[in-house]
């Protein structure tokens, strides 16, 4: 059983990253990993929301997942954000978030944290790469170790192959195009294995 305590941190509009990130809890407790699963907190108006049925209903159906805290970033061994691609980066609410743990670094708390990061867009190349280097970029200042998927197990090639961490496309009517759980759960794994053999070590 593990000992790894897992921060999964999600932002989603419809449900495609908040499904991913439901995965990666799945696949951190088989382990044993103690898993809290937190949102972004939302920035949109609430009107430009109820004018979206689709992501009214997710909203409202989401509610009482906590938002996410400085606080659970400080408790956590490991993190895997799960954030739909916005342009290329991550969706404004979860950069938000993140300008907000200045003081856990500047205190050296974010320091050696296992990090890993999934995404989604409405086309292939809709930015996830892009994406996931733009939040790797913030973690290496934080002083993270960032664990992706690589090409490390074949379930990667049948995601789609994103070697930084998995990706899905998501089409017109709001569902996955590709089945992207395998490698979501391998990826958690490899996440909790990676901070479990850290945390063992530093002991």
């Known amino acids: 059983m593990s000992n790894v305590k897992l921060?999964?941190?999600?932002?989603?509009?419809?449900?495609t990253n908040y499904q991913m990130a439901k995965w990666a809890e799945e696949s951190a407790k088989e382990l044993g990993a103690e898993v809290r699963l937190v949102k972004a907190?939302?920035?949109?108006?609430?009107s430009v929301i109820d004018?979206?049925?689709?992501?009214k209903e997710f909203t409202e159906s989401t509610k009482d997942v906590p938002v996410v805290k400085n606080d659970d970033i400080e408790w956590a061994d490991a993190i895997i954000f799960s954030v739909p691609t916005r342009f290329g980066v991550m969706a404004s609410q979860m950069k938000q978030f993140l300008d907000t743990t200045g003081g856990l670094w500047a205190q050296?708390?974010?320091i050696n944290k296992v990090v890993s990061a999934?995404?989604?867009a409405q086309n292939p190349h809709g930015g996830q790469e892009a994406t996931l280097l733009s939040l790797y970029t913030m973690m290496y200042h934080w002083g993270a170790l960032v664990v992706t998927p690589g090409y490390t197990d074949p379930v990667i090639f049948g995601a789609g192959g994103n070697p930084y961490g998995t990706s899905v496309t998501v089409g017109q009517d709001g569902k996955m195009v590709e089945d992207v759980e395998a490698a979501v759960k391998y990826?958690?794994?490899?996440?909790?294995t990676v901070a479990e053999t850290f945390k063992k070590g530093s002991n």
């Open 108 to 110: 050296g708390k974010t």
């Open 51 to 55: 004018s979206n049925p689709a992501w």
């Open 41 to 46: 907190q939302e920035l949109a108006p609430q």
């Open 187 to 192: 990826q958690a794994k490899r996440v909790i």
């Open 7 to 15: 921060a999964v941190v999600y932002y989603s509009m419809g449900g």
């Open 118 to 120: 999934m995404t989604s």
